[in-house]
């Protein structure tokens, strides 16, 4: 008996790109859709969907699919069994691709041409794209296309994905092929104009791409790939191993024992640096956009509670969506040159050792270090590691990484409490507080990863690593571009509705109920105040004063938010943003003890709870229970060292 | 046999045969994926890099492509000098 899959989808032509990873497939669907992509999801699962348009000559439009890179098509990651599942016509609401584009490198024939090999077992009519050919002809190496083909049997185009026309060629034989199908009937498919496409999921498509093939089996098939590629090689006079030799030289640099680490350190250092130096000119237009916004309003319409839920409900909301988007960005921006240049995965490598002494693996570098910016593009970047246990792990102290939001507290605190001084000389001591805040998030993370790892038996596996280093490129603007644009949009999304809604609700609690007309409002007679008084019943033990607990409500929303709460707090509402942090510091600096500060800094470092960061990590890990772990462990950790920093503090100071 | 985590640095060899999970405690699935990446009987193999103290992990060309591997996984990889 034969199982039937509906598929609701638009109708028309699905193309489909696949490829290995580092093929510069992305950099192809690029120039083919000419930036115009849609990202989203793929059903129930968290793997990336990127789909674009593809006009041809004759003005029709095309749906052209790029399939995450894969090795094989016995899938090793999410990623992979998706590309695997599209291909085989059982992914969800997917439609099986009427036309593959192979893209290989030309620069590594062995592997590419064995995943051609595969490829063609699928039964999709392929068109193979030889991307690179320009790195390769610089190399020497001189592919003979027509006689490739030949070998193959399949057509094979050249293309050159960087450069501006380089895919001219491959358009080319799109438009003889589609006008050609154009008057060719559709085989074995009944579609009405919804698009609904009704296929039988048996036949002998599938066996090639069965899951249930001996192992024997498998390993065999892929002998007999190779020993095919290698004489197709030999026959175009191709199968001599010429490397890239300027991809050498650097790696002896790169990954030098003590060279390595150190120009590592270094990169990082100053993706750090810039990630808060540039930032600071965008983030302070969009500051001085949203106290214009809020004086005009305020000034245009009669104060209440209206005017207050516009002000510091929407436009609060809405700006602290993108407050932090410029330093996002800019760590993106760098991430994105190092992947494209190749640099990546050698930074893995180099961190592998370190990462595996507590339990993970080099791969969760990458998120822990978006993690810095925001954990909650860090979160969504957890999906590149294949497995599942230190995935969960990495999520589970990616909070522990200082996130840029955390830094107006940071500052207002160390402003306020700590001496200008300079220590051993030169080392301002405030920058010195600083790093060390930083320093101590990663420590507990180090520490959080490496009893995970003693408690588990999972965690003292040795897990795979069989990551490939590809050869150094110069990254490409113009992707690099449309990645920057993808990921601001992805972000914005992700993030822009939550915290609107947070906001309005923190905003709900700080101003009911409302006090009797002619009196101001006093926020410790509010919900959030009266929250507030309960939370300090607990927290005193760790000196938190009221006031401290009820900003510490709104902070759950957004870090920053619980230093306007603090200003309600002290009656310092009327002041914009910055002004209630230079009128805050003195405030405190007399009203709290040196010891109730730096118990507040601490419970910063491990427990801000930011609630968008729990929606995301509910969403990536597919349930609630990672999230409650999350909150759970790391209010208990906040406590502890709160607890233990307040009573030293307090000891040593009287 | 010479495994691939004994190898010399920089010194062409030739893959012999991957050894099995018996041996070597690495199952099936990750065999296939060596497999997979190129690490087939024939191809030739060079160690280029060995950054991290013990070896591990290290930094392996076969064929025209590069990867970085485990000493656990290098160790399944059996291979032999070739004659110059």
Redesign the interface.
């Known amino acids: 008996m034969t199982e039937s899959i509906i598929h609701f989808h638009s109708p028309g032509k699905l193309i489909a790109l696949v490829g290995n990873p580092n093929c510069g497939k992305t950099a192809l669907f690029n120039r083919l859709t000419g930036g115009k992509q849609h990202v989203a999801n793929y059903a129930g699962v968290t793997v990336e969907r990127k789909e674009g348009k593809l006009t041809l000559e004759d003005q029709s439009v095309l749906r052209i699919l790029d399939l995450p890179g894969t090795?094989?098509l016995?899938p090793?990651t999410p990623d992979e069994r998706v590309t695997c599942d599209v291909l085989r016509g059982v992914a969800k609401g997917e439609k099986k691709p009427d036309q593959l584009i192979c893209v290989i490198d030309a620069?590594?024939?062995?592997?590419g041409l064995?995943f051609v090999l595969a490829i063609k077992r699928t039964g999709i009519p392929t068109l193979v794209a030889l991307n690179m050919v320009d790195e390769a002809k610089s190399r020497g190496i001189n592919i003979d296309v027509a006689a490739l083909s030949k070998e193959l049997g399949m057509q094979v185009i050249p293309t050159v994905a960087i450069e501006r026309d380089g895919d001219k060629l491959l358009k080319e034989s799109l438009n003889q092929l589609f006008a050609k199908l154009k008057s060719a009937p559709l085989q074995d498919k009944a579609i009405n104009t919804l698009g609904v496409v009704n296929e039988t999921v048996a036949g002998n498509l599938d066996d090639a791409l069965a899951r249930t093939d001996l192992?024997e089996q498998?390993?065999q098939q892929?002998?007999a790939d190779?020993e095919r590629v290698?004489t197709i090689l030999q026959k175009l006079g191709l199968d001599q191993?010429?490397?890239h030799t300027g991809s050498?030289r650097l790696?002896s640099f790169l990954?030098?024992?003590v060279l390595?680490p150190v120009i590592l350190v270094i990169i990082l250092f100053a993706v750090f640096q810039a990630m808060f130096s540039w930032s600071t000119y965008p983030m302070d237009l969009i500051k001085d956009l949203n106290e214009y916004l809020k004086n005009e309003i305020i000034n245009s319409f009669s104060p209440g509670w209206m005017t207050s839920l516009v002000v510091d409900g929407v436009l609060s909301g809405a700006v602290g969506v993108i407050t932090f988007l410029p330093q996002i960005l800019v760590l993106f921006l760098f991430i994105l040159i190092l992947e494209e240049s190749g640099y990546l995965?050698r930074a893995?490598?180099?961190l592998?050792?370190l990462m595996g002494s507590v339990g993970l693996s080099g791969r969760s570098f990458i998120p822990l270090l978006s993690s810095f910016a925001c954990a909650i593009p860090g979160i969504m970047a957890m999906r590149t590691i294949p497995n599942m246990r230190d995935r969960y792990v990495t999520m589970l102290i990616a909070p522990l990484m200082t996130c840029s939001a955390r830094l107006p507290v940071y500052s207002l605190l160390i402003g306020a409490f700590i001496p200008q001084r300079t220590v051993w000389g030169y080392l301002e001591l405030q920058g010195l507080v600083m790093f060390a805040l930083y320093l101590a998030g990663i420590l507990a993370a180090l520490m959080v990863a490496w009893m995970l790892k003693l408690l588990t038996r999972a965690g003292r596996q040795?897990r795979?690593?069989?990551?490939?280093?590809?050869?150094y490129r110069w990254p490409n603007p113009w992707n690099i571009f449309i990645g920057l644009v993808q990921r601001a949009v992805i972000f914005i999304k992700r993030v822009w509705g939550n915290i609107l809604l947070l906001t309005i609700l923190i905003w709900f609690l700080a101003s009911f109920p409302l006090p009797t007309p002619g009196q101001s409002l006093q926020i410790e007679n509010t919900f959030a105040g009266i929250l507030g008084g309960y939370l300090s019943m607990i927290l005193s033990s760790i000196g938190f004063n009221w006031q401290i607990c009820i900003s510490l409500i709104p902070g759950m929303v957004a870090r920053e938010v619980a230093i306007s709460a603090l200003g309600t707090v002290y009656s310092l509402s009327s002041l914009g943003e910055d002004g209630i942090s230079t009128a805050l510091a003195p405030i405190i600096s007399q009203q709290w003890s040196l010891a109730t500060a730096l118990s507040l800094l601490t419970w910063f470092v491990f427990a801000p709870q930011c609630l968008s960061t729990l929606a995301v990590l509910k969403r990536e890990s597919g349930g609630w229970r990672i999230p409650l772990i999350s909150v759970s462990y790391l209010f208990g950790l906040a406590y502890i060292f709160s607890y233990i920093v307040y009573h030293l503090t307090s000891y040593y100071v009287s | 046999m010479l495994t691939l985590d004994l190898a010399i640095a920089n010194q062409k060899y030739r893959i012999a045969q991957l050894k099995s999970e018996q041996d070597t405690g690495i199952d099936q699935e990750r065999m296939r994926q060596l497999f997979e990446l190129g690490f087939i009987k024939g191809e030739s193999v060079i160690v280029l890099r060995r950054t991290m103290p013990g070896s591990d992990p290290m930094v392996v060309r076969v064929g025209t492509s590069t990867f970085a591997l485990r000493k656990a996984e290098a160790r399944t990889i059996g291979i032999e000098m070739v004659q110059s």
């Open positions: 090795y094989s016995y090793r620069t590594n024939l062995r592997m064995r192992p498998q390993l892929i002998e190779h290698q191993i010429i490397y050498d790696d990954l030098h024992p390595g995965p893995a490598y180099l592998d050792r040795a795979p690593l069989m990551m490939e280093l590809p050869r």
